[in-house]
């Protein structure tokens, strides 16, 4: 048992696939309502252990509790479409469960997808099909989110906008988010919490916390040094803006 507020609560977790350890020691907690999100490098762990956290994957050694009767979106990296498969994006919505056009065209306007809604899922571009995936795990009206690097095919402007919208929708629908990043300053000022992989647990906490922490310098050095200016520089001018 964990308390009400944690969603899933992960302890002393291991995966090992054949020879090579995927997680060691591992414990986690998502908390309701709170956007936790996974940094590493490639390799390192992240994937899996959003696996261990959805129940696809179960470890080898440790611990993972769910409460009871939580419903979890989940949007993975990347799905395989048919190429000639004729299947629209409403169609793709609905083959979720959820088959009424208000429910489905509202979860798409949610996140700014509306325009898509009668495309061939072939032929939206690779931010629209991410706001489509998106939508697609909010169809589950999910306690928990989990989003694995959201942002994946996105250009820049729309890697923040997409940032904005996790915010967004975590603040109206108040559910937990658990996400998958490689650029952590670009996620900082939508994450409450950090957790920091590379096999092990290098270090976790707040944005601000987990940047100046050595593990997280020692990982990702240089480039660090400049998310972290990034970032500041990013925080301040918001707060400078009201
Ligand atoms: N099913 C599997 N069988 C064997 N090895 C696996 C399997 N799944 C993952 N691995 C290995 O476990 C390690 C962790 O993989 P994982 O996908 O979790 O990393 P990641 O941090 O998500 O990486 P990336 O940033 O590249 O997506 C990798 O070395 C990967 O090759």
Do not use: W
Not at 2 to 29: G, K, M, W
Not at 39 to 48: D, E, L, R, V, W
Not at 148 to 175: S, T
Not at 184 to 206: E, F, I, K, P, R
């Amino acid at each position: 048992m964990a308390p009400d507020n944690i969603l899933v609560q992960v302890r002393d977790v291991c995966v090992q696939f054949q020879q090579h350890t995927a997680l060691q020691q591992i414990s986690l907690d998502v908390q309701r309502g709170k956007i936790i999100t996974l940094i590493g490098p490639n390799g390192a762990g992240k994937s899996t252990l959003v696996r261990v956290v959805l129940g696809l994957l179960t470890p080898q050694t440790g611990t993972v509790f769910r409460q009871t009767g939580i419903r979890i979106g989940y949007m993975p990296q990347r799905i395989n479409i048919d190429p000639v498969l004729p299947l629209t994006v409403a169609r793709f919505l609905s083959l979720g469960g959820v088959k009424q056009t208000p429910i489905l065209r509202y979860a798409l306007e949610e996140v700014g997808a509306a325009h898509t809604f009668k495309r061939p899922l072939q032929s939206i571009s690779g931010g629209e099909m991410q706001r489509v995936l998106l939508a697609r795990a909010l169809l589950r009206k999910p306690d928990l989110l989990v989003l694995d690097e959201p942002i994946q095919g996105v250009d820049i402007n729309g890697q923040y906008e997409l940032y904005e919208l996790i915010a967004q929708i975590r603040k109206q629908r108040g559910c937990a988010i658990l996400m998958v990043s490689h650029d952590l300053h670009l996620v900082m000022s939508a994450t409450d919490y950090v957790v920091c992989l590379n096999q092990h647990l290098c270090c976790s906490g707040h944005p601000e916390t987990v940047t100046q922490h050595p593990a997280y310098l020692k990982l990702f050095g240089a480039r660090a040094a400049r998310d972290l200016a990034i970032y500041t520089h990013h925080h301040q001018g918001k707060t400078e803006n009201g």
